[in-house]
T-cell receptor, first 114, second 120 residues
Framework: GESVGLHLPTLSVQEGDNSIINCAYS??????FIWYKQESGKGPQFIID?????DKRQGQRVTVLLNKTVKHLSLQIAATQPGDSAVYFC?????????????FGKGTMLLVSP | GAVVSQHPSWVICKSGTSVKIECRSL??????MFWYRQFPKQSLMLMAT?????????EQGVEKDKFLINHASLTLSTLTVTSAHPEDSSFYIC????????????????FGAGTRLSVL
């Protein structure tokens, strides 16, 4: 979803449910995409990445799906736990103008209830 | 692996003073380091990119003389907020990326824990 002003879109789930966080990216020339998790007062933590020549990649309890046709990225978290509560950012990256750059999306807050 | 240490985690200073924030890659060589600023409930805004041994590249709208960046070695970058004012109060985060190998993946930025700056 899109954020408006200072309001982060929020996804509330129950412990044990599967969570799906969505992201729309803007640059069709981006080479890779990364999902980060940011807990309150901390720096972003790398979760998983996917290259532009892939459409799916799986990690431990997480799956990232890439749909280049509609420029859409999603993060699926299986069996969500309270410790998964955080803000999740997608980021699109590539080498532009000779520099490796990463552009962050607006973020989604995931709230997991026990 | 891929640990980035940022110090201090929190600093309060008086208006007009300068504050230095350090960013270190502890277990890999960071060919590129990045500095971001983040406002509450908002995303990360890139301030500048620095490659070891060369001048930093600043994003549009970021004052070079205000935010001095030094990347003197492959493991250390510093951000100095000069003559800080209350509007500079924010959460500053550094990240580092290196050449792939070991626990480091190409193009992935690894982040420090951030520094919360409060200017009185």
């Amino acid at each position: 979803g899109e954020s408006v002003g200072l309001h982060l879109p929020t996804l509330s789930v129950q412990e044990g449910d599967n969570s799906i966080i969505n992201c729309a990216y803007s640059n069709s020339a981006s080479d890779y995409f990364i999902w980060y998790k940011q807990e309150s007062g901390k720096g972003p933590q790398f979760i998983i990445d996917i290259r532009s020549n892939m459409d799916k990649r799986q990690g431990q309890r997480v799956t990232v799906l890439l749909n280049k046709t509609v420029k859409h990225l999603s993060l699926q978290i299986a069996a969500t736990q309270p410790g998964d509560s955080a803000v999740y950012f997608c980021a699109e990256g590539g080498v532009f103008g000779g520099y490796s750059t990463l552009t962050f999306g607006k973020g989604t807050m995931l709230l997991v209830s026990p | 692996g891929a640990v980035v240490s940022q110090h201090p985690s929190w600093v309060i200073c008086k208006s007009g003073t300068s504050v230095k924030i350090e960013c270190r890659s502890l277990d890999f060589q960071a060919t590129t380091m990045f500095w971001y600023r983040q406002f509450p409930k908002q995303s990360l805004m890139l301030m500048a990119t620095s490659n070891e041994g060369s001048k930093a590249t600043y994003e549009q709208g970021v004052e070079k003389d205000k935010f001095l960046i030094n990347h003197a070695s492959l493991t250390l970058s510093t951000l100095t907020v000069t003559s800080a004012h209350p509007e500079d109060s924010s959460f500053y985060i550094c990240s580092a990326s290196g050449t792939s190998g070991g626990t480091i993946a190409k193009n992935i930025q690894y982040f420090g824990a951030g520094t919360r700056l409060s200017v009185l």
